[in-house]
């Protein structure tokens, strides 16, 4: 179900008649929280079998009417994305790495049997939906505009022979702030062992909504367990830590200049990244060699213990680079390093942070210009 790379489509705009007063705004933007708060249009576009790609709309933000029988609801046959938009010294307004999802988000699409969308008209909605909204788009101090593409099934019908015929995809913006509050604090983890986010073979390169449901009791246990995030383990063997429920994991090594920091390799059963893949590039430009690689939870443990893990973080959309100091299982506790953010994190994080915010060079042209 290949788009052709070359199609394009016009938008109609269809702009609201109520949007949200800016004295109204202001106060929402003061404290967005995560995904809580959404602006005052999204865009739409149609795929049928006989019009490939069509429809395509901004229109006002608001419910979607479908049918009960709509396949979404019965196969869960959805995929989506998350990037972020952020205001620039010069008062434009960027997105990081907008291709690296249009192409992810294609890849989650052949997985789950949907159409592809070209890139172009992916980063295309980007730009015409945040162009539309760019008063929502946060000034304050480590806030953003958080996107949200998805694409669900809309066929009616419940067989289960065929992938669905007809889909909407459908891309939303939020103001937000930090995924685990304002500042910068070490979180708690807890380590999944009686059950697991992804199978050899399954969907857990994709970036579908089914790995999000079926994660949730873990993620509840964690909570259960005083944690903020679950940490998965791999399905076959229940030893190799693979990532966490939202974001990357990195655990860095050595301290000063022996630093060097290691991520799973991607093995077909963890979420490819954009933010792992970027630190993947800085953190050679730093000086500090970056690498994947493989680490069990008793080498987790015991290297925390002898000292050679330093550090270890989660990195993420959401998460940005956010601390790990304790972890949390039903077998024990341990603690990393002194359960503060360490130095390495600090630095990659005001790296990747400054490049986003448009304070530092950046070198690889992750930054797509927008409004
Ligand atoms: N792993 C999972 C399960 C995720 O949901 C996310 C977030 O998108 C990530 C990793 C990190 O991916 P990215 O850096 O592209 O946001
Ligand atoms: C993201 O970082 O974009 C995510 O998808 C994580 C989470 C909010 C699901």
Redesign the pocket.
Known sequence: MNASPTEELDFEIRASRNPVPADARAQLLTDPGFGRVFTDHMATIRWSEAKGWHDARVEPYGPIALDPAAQVFHYGQEIF???KAYAQPNRSVAAFRPH??AA?FNRSAARMAMPELPESVFVRAIELLVEHDRDWVPTADGHSLYLRPFAIATKVGLGVNHPSSDYLFTLIASPVAGYFGGEVKPVTVWLSEDYT?AAPGGTGEA?CGG??AAAFAGQQQAVDHGCDQVVWLDAAQRQWVE??????VCFVYGSGSDARIMTPALTGS?????????LLKLGPDLGIPAYEGKLSVAEWRSDCASGEITEVFA?????VITPIGAVRSAGGDWMIGDGTAGPVTSLLRDELVGIQYGRKADRYGWMHAIA
């Open positions: 994305e998350g990037l690296a999802n992810r986010r970036k790995n999000y990532e966490m429920g939202g974001m990357n963890l979420l490819p990244g954009i933010t792992r893949d970027s990195c993420g959309t959401a998460a």
